[in-house]
């Protein structure tokens, strides 16, 4: 296979502007403010903690943003073979006019200072925008979030609903809700009537999903409310639940959740086997890791259930992406979403790329989605998935099966852009 097709169709795909259809941008504050937003990114901070750097030199409290940068460069020398680290390097390259091969003890205070000129300019955010290609950026909103004070055509929201499955047994969630929604929730009633007014509230701002991260235990399945009942009364006395009467709730919960997805035609997004705090004593957002024991079989009740529902799933092993193809393969409700987190590194996602794009529907693989928490990440990410599509495109369909340039060119426009509006389009 020839580096110029590769290259040519690169070039194609590169100039294709972009929907993003999962970050977890703050829309008040999209752009970074200074390099230590975009090395305070937890890849870096927790890479660097790995490689020798003490939780408490990272997170002590009143570190000023460049003191952070300061303590995170000499650890950079140890995550140069990374992909995150090349991202770092376009970053700064694409958007800061840095020269350098790599960030050292000797140039990071220059980049540091060029970068804060940079970031400082009051049109920032549309640059990046308009450099990193991006036409909408899906947001991860709280549920009680008002969505308001942004533009919600440019950040779409999205109804993240972590909190109301697996917390609701706190009273601090519970008096959101309440005055999220002007409820008093004394009855199993008013709880499902406080869920339903989310739905009104998200998709009259614009919301195109509905979301959850879900830990490796979990099993959706229908309880009826009768059986709940009981519990939510016993919560509303200040009692506890055991563990046994919790898990119904959040099952009857999640229900809850799907059953508005098909009155209000929302998709829910479904990221898939993580387990929280396995390192407790890693650094902010760096304790969590996946669990090879997940299964989707686990969800059969619910992909059944809920034909009407599209269901786009992200998981988090190369073992759970061959199950994930085999159920998007399978069920019409079932959809590939993106390549998260701990498979977002390229050998991963060439393997998980050529698997998906060879052996399911091509309307039901939503490329890629960047998860990045500032806008300046959407351009490396972006990038990066772009190089390893292209190389799929190359060898798997002009050169093994003879497919013209431009129709393998027509299959990453639909992979990167048109099966997100298809399937977040409402």
């Not at 140890?78 to 700064?92: D, F, K, P, S, V």
């Not at 055991?242 to 508005?260: C, D, I, M």
């Not at 387990?275 to 996946?290: A, C, I, K, P």
Request: overall charge negative; hydrophobic content about 35%.
């Amino acid at each position: 296979m020839s580096d110029s097709l590769q290259q040519r169709l690169f070039q194609e795909l590169e100039a294709l502007p972009l929907i993003d259809p999962h970050t977890h941008i703050n829309p008040h504050a999209a752009a970074s403010k200074s390099l230590g937003d975009i090395m305070g990114y937890h890849y870096y901070t927790e890479l660097a903690h790995s490689a020798g750097l003490a939780k408490n030199k990272i997170e002590e409290p009143g570190i000023s943003p460049k003191e952070k940068v300061g303590r995170l460069v000499p650890k950079l020398s140890a995550l140069e073979n990374t992909a995150q680290y090349a991202w770092l390097i376009e970053i700064c390259r694409e958007f800061f006019n840095f020269e350098d091969d790599r960030i050292t003890t000797e140039n990071w205070e220059n980049l540091y200072d060029q970068a804060d000129k940079v970031l400082g300019q009051s049109d920032w955010e549309q640059q990046v925008l308009k450099k990193s290609g991006l036409e909408q950026v899906y947001l991860t909103n709280d549920f009680d979030d008002p969505l308001e004070g942004f533009d919600t055509s440019l950040y779409v929201p999205c109804l993240r609903t972590d909190d109301l499955v697996f917390h609701l047994t706190k009273s601090d969630v519970r008096e959101r809700l309440s005055k999220a929604t002007n409820r008093d929730l004394g009855s199993i009633e008013d709880l499902q009537a406080a869920i339903r007014d989310l739905f009104t509230h998200f998709t009259k701002n614009g919301a195109r999903a509905c979301a959850i991260s879900l830990p490796p235990d979990f099993s959706p399945t229908l309880v009826p409310s009768g059986t709940v009942a009981p519990y939510w009364s016993q919560l509303g006395r200040g009692e506890k639940l055991n563990e046994a009467e919790a898990a119904q709730l959040s099952q009857f919960v999640f229900w809850q959740l799907a059953e508005n997805c098909v009155v209000f035609e929302l998709p829910f997004d479904l990221m898939i086997g993580v387990n929280r705090r396995v390192y407790e004593n890693g650094v902010f957002q760096g304790q969590d890791l996946y669990d090879k024991r997940t299964s989707l079989i686990q969800y059969r009740d619910l992909f059944n259930s809920f034909p009407q529902v599209t269901f786009p799933i992200s998981v988090l092993t190369s073992t759970s992406n061959q199950e994930l193809v085999s159920y998007s393969w399978i069920f019409p409700n079932v959809i590939a979403n993106g390549h998260w987190w701990y498979s977002n590194t390229p050998p991963y996602i060439e393997q998980d790329c050529r698997t998906r794009l060879t052996a399911i529907p091509q309307t039901k693989y939503v490329g890629y989605y960047s998860d990045m928490y500032k806008l300046e990440f959407a351009l490396p990410k972006f990038r990066m998935y772009r190089r390893i599509l292209a190389k799929v495109l190359a060898q798997e369909f002009v050169v093994d099966r003879g497919w013209s340039e431009k129709r393998a060119v027509e299959l990453g426009h639909l992979i990167l852009r048109g099966n997100v509006e298809t399937i977040f389009g409402r």
